[in-house]
């Protein structure tokens, strides 16, 4: 075999174990991600995408891609991920307590179309208006979401509002 086949072959072998290790991460929950019109119930599907090691009595999520086709900060290929989780009085109370140790400083605003339908109550309460703006502002304590973090999600933060937990996060 001549050099250049040989060097051609060895490329070839190589993109396509590239290939094969993109696939099985797209397989765990990794970089691709389906754009979800509504939300999502499923815990084991969720579970895909973050670490959640206890067991909630229910969960509410949604994936979503952001920014735009053809940006130039935030494009196409990251996307963020919102879950509301209600947890029983007293695993809530121990994922607070373990929370408070990283707590999020800094004022919180989102423009009002970041309230989904599917948030609960509690949830949804914690954005208020604020005062000469048309964005809401976080009124409850922001914490790391490191906790709940899973590559490729791995920035992000968490609310907490009794029984629930709400959880952002995106790719970096």
């Known amino acids: 075999m ?20 993109c696939a099985s991460g797209a397989e765990r929950g990794g970089d691709e991600v389906v754009t979800m019109t509504t939300h999502e119930t499923d815990l084991t599907k969720l ?19 952001l920014g735009t086709q053809g940006g130039s900060a935030i494009g196409p290929s990251d996307w963020v991920l919102l879950a509301a ?12 307590a373990e929370l408070q140790a990283a707590p999020v400083g ?15 109550e509690p949830i949804k309460a ?3 208006p604020t005062a000469g703006s048309s964005s809401l502002i976080l009124t409850a304590p922001r914490y ?9 999600l791995q920035a992000g933060y968490v609310v907490i509002r009794p029984p629930w937990i709400f959880i952002y996060l995106q790719t970096t």
């Open 2 to 21: 001549k050099p250049a086949q040989l060097l051609l072959t060895l490329l070839l072998a190589l993109v396509g174990v590239a290939c094969a290790a």
């Open 144 to 152: 790391s979401a490191d906790r709940f973090a899973r590559p490729p």
């Open 126 to 128: 914690a954005f208020a």
């Open 47 to 65: 579970r895909r995408f973050i670490n959640l090691p206890e067991a909630p009595r229910q969960v509410l999520w949604q994936t979503m891609t």
């Open 106 to 120: 800094g004022e919180f605003q989102v423009a009002p179309d970041f309230i989904r339908d599917w948030f609960p």
């Open 85 to 96: 989780i209600e947890y029983d009085e007293a695993t809530l109370a121990q994922i607070e």
